[in-house]
């Protein structure tokens, strides 16, 4: 089990950037697969973004087509952080977003119910 501690959320207005951190309570080099999801009122928690070992020095990268281009997702094995850079926010982007994490490669990246370790969120609103 490990605990993931987000921060970096807050209000912008649409177009601006903000990068959100996920801390990690291990090493994020021993650390499978972890993903960002967001949930904003009145909708289910959607995939966002994930970071999966390729079984080498390398990690394949996934997105949620309303992001792709815009945010990216990174480590810092040293910092034990995971990266969220969001780029060009648009009001539909806010949501509150949440860090997850999985150690087994037979889970899908995509599905938040395929995640076992969750962080307590961190609100991210985009105002016109």
């Known amino acids: 089990q490990v605990q993931l501690v987000e921060s970096g959320g807050g209000l912008v207005q649409a177009g601006e950037s903000l990068r959100l951190s996920c801390v990690a309570s291990?090493?994020?080099?021993?650390?499978?697969?972890m993903g960002w999801f967001r949930q904003a009122p009145g909708k289910e928690r959607e995939f966002v973004a994930a970071?999966?070992?390729?079984?080498?020095?390398?990690?394949?990268?996934y997105y949620a087509d309303s992001v792709k281009g815009r945010f990216t997702i990174s480590r810092d094995n040293a910092k034990n952080t995971v990266f969220l850079q969001m780029n060009s926010l648009k009001p539909e982007d806010t949501a509150f977003y949440l860090c997850?994490?999985?150690?087994?490669?037979?889970?899908?990246?995509?599905?938040?119910?395929?995640?076992?370790?969750w962080g307590q969120g961190t609100q991210v609103t985009v105002s016109l």
């Open positions: 970071s999966r070992w390729s079984g080498g020095r390398t990690y394949y990268t």
């Open positions: 291990k090493s994020t080099f021993s650390i499978v697969q």
């Open positions: 997850a994490a999985v150690d087994n490669l037979r889970r899908s990246p995509v599905e938040a119910t395929e995640y076992d370790d």
